[in-house]
């Protein structure tokens, strides 16, 4: 009998909220600002949004908080939408912050009447000013007790763009007492001549988030509104609009964000990197986009096991990178088909092998599957093997090639080395080695026993192929944290590229939604950027955490 998974805090509220019948059917969302492309941390508030409505019998509706027009495009909204069903889920409906402008404006003038909200003229200096400190309260301004007549006409005139950038915005009148700083006179409107990538020039006035926010959870009727723990000091603003305007009383609940080692998670210093250069678009597979990381070959499967085993928690803390890579090497290791890949050739002559002959060798498509099948694999002569295989004065536990060494071929048959050749420079060249025709594997008969197994590609049937390896984007673990530029900690070796790989001549119709083990190297998957008669490959992942050895040796 297995033991029954225990709820985390948002569950027990939520089967309590339907116990006492708070709530016929439970309503979340999803509200991204469309000025940039999801990260890894957007995809643990997916699976929990999505989750919770999906377990209870509710509805998530996608919202996307577009109130700022100068930096929000059709681009991210589009990719946001594919990032989503790319995980493996799908809203109930789709909204826009902006769908509720109409309303919103008549909200602010509801609060304009009950003497709750003013026009203000005063510069952005001055309001932050007026404001006080968490230890001084703030002082009211010039404008904060306009009539209600003369604060209708103006924010009707802010409307109509007679006013420019700047000049004038709406603000509630609370209390600039208030020990949380939210609540001293917020600004609910700000001037922007600015064209929205919906609603065009219509508007010039848009609402600041914690109005269109909260406002459009009512709206909307969203019974659990779920947010990150820095926005627990918004919860009472939010609160008090809906106690002001009497509206349906969403309510907000807060849970830790999702922070990774090793990389930023701020969409403002990923765009930098973007827009400098650093990294070749949004879904450069060094990035923790989620279309960054399935260009690099993870699965939904994997972020979705990683966002379930960090769970849902009150307090922030930073998760290993790792537990993320060891998500999607257990996903990989069960559906990857195995193909043989050699990164760093040289040559492998078998001197008493028949020149020309050719025999096709069969090769388990997945070990894990009984159902994968095999595959045929050339073998002949000349053979493409990796330099790291070759040692010409071995160490004591070395079991690949070495003079006098014998070895298996994966697949194959047994060789024992018996010379090599170097260049100039010193470099190996090429090593020559008996092969044993009664060793063939899968066939008895040989009594040569040997401890290494190495892999190996057909040089008269070999492809070639762009390899791209990846490590971690930036040297530290947490880079946000460094002072200074944090574009300076960045790590000049997060992407090595191997021009020419030699690949199994299967491999020349490798299909991009496929995902690959290149036997001993590590998962591999396709990249957009192959044409025909030039793969590209990416490295998802390495076999084994080589990260936590290099780690270990530092620290020795």
């Not at 999505?50 to 209870?56: K, S, T, V």
């Not at 510069?123 to 904060?144: C, H, V, W």
């Not at 600039?176 to 001549?193: Q, T």
């Amino acid at each position: 009998m297995t033991e029954e998974k225990s709820l985390n805090f948002l569950e027990e509220i939520i089967e309590q909220d339907i116990k006492d019948g708070k709530h016929p059917q439970i309503h979340t969302r999803f509200p991204p600002e469309p000025n940039g492309y999801l990260h890894i941390g957007h995809s643990k508030s997916i699976c929990l949004n999505f989750g919770l409505a999906a377990r209870y019998g509710g509805q998530t509706n996608l919202r996307f908080d577009d109130t700022n027009p100068t930096t929000e495009e059709t681009e991210y909204v589009d990719s946001i939408k594919d990032d989503i069903r790319w995980l493996g889920f799908q809203w109930d409906n789709e909204r826009y912050a902006s769908d509720y402008f109409e309303e919103l404006y008549r909200m602010a003038v509801t609060l304009i009447k009950k003497g709750l909200a003013y026009v203000d003229d005063s510069t952005a200096e001055q309001i932050a000013l007026s404001k006080g400190t968490p230890t001084e309260q703030g002082r009211p301004g010039p404008n904060r007790d306009r009539s209600v007549e003369e604060n209708l006409e103006l924010f009707e005139a802010m409307r109509a763009g007679k006013f420019p950038d700047g000049s004038r915005t709406l603000r509630a009148k609370i209390d600039l007492a208030s020990p949380n700083m939210h609540m001293r006179d917020p600004i609910l409107y700000r001037i922007k001549h600015a064209h929205h990538h919906r609603t065009g020039d219509a508007w010039c006035i848009y609402p600041m988030y914690d109005f269109a926010h909260g406002q459009s959870d009512s709206i909307e009727h969203i019974t659990h509104s779920i947010c990150t723990l820095e926005f627990i000091p918004h919860r009472p603003l939010y609160d008090w609009f809906i106690e002001k305007l009497d509206i349906f009383p969403s309510h907000q609940y807060e849970f830790a964000r999702l922070n990774l080692n090793y990389t930023v998670m701020s969409k403002r210093k990923l765009l930098q990197l973007v827009n400098e250069g650093f990294v070749s678009g949004w879904d450069d597979p060094r990035m923790p986009t989620i279309s960054g990381l399935r260009r690099r070959g993870y699965t939904p499967e994997s972020i979705r096991d990683f966002c379930d085993r960090v769970g849902i928690a009150k307090r922030e803390n930073i998760i290993d990178v790792s537990l993320l890579e060891f998500c999607i090497r257990e996903h990989l290791n069960k559906i990857a088909l195995r193909r043989m890949a050699v990164l760093d050739p040289i040559k492998l002559i078998l001197t008493n092998y028949p020149e020309g002959e050719v025999e096709i060798m069969e090769g388990e498509n997945n070990p894990e599957d009984p159902n994968a099948g095999t595959r045929p694999v050339p073998f002949s002569r000349e053979l493409w093997i990796e330099r790291e295989d070759f040692m010409e004065v071995p160490s004591k536990k070395w079991f690949r090639l070495a003079p006098g060494a014998v070895v298996r071929l994966k697949n194959a048959y047994i060789v024992r080395c018996d010379d090599f050749t170097k260049d100039d420079e010193g470099n190996v060249t090429e090593v020559r080695a008996t092969y044993l025709p009664e060793s063939r594997s899968g066939e008895e008969g040989s009594s040569v026993k040997v401890k290494g197994t190495i892999h190996w590609i057909s040089a008269a049937h070999a492809i070639t192929a762009e390899i791209r390896l990846y490590d971690r984007l930036f040297r530290s673990e947490n880079p946000a944290a460094e002072e200074g530029d944090f574009k300076d900690d960045l790590n000049p070796e997060s992407l090595t590229v191997i021009p020419a790989a030699y690949l199994e001549p299967g491999m020349a119709d490798a299909d991009p939604a496929t995902k690959y083990q290149f036997i001993r190297k590590g998962y591999f998957v396709l990249d957009k950027d192959s044409r025909p008669g030039k793969l590209v490959f990416n490295q998802t992942v390495t076999l084994k955490d080589t990260w936590a050895k290099e780690v270990k040796k530092e620290g020795a």
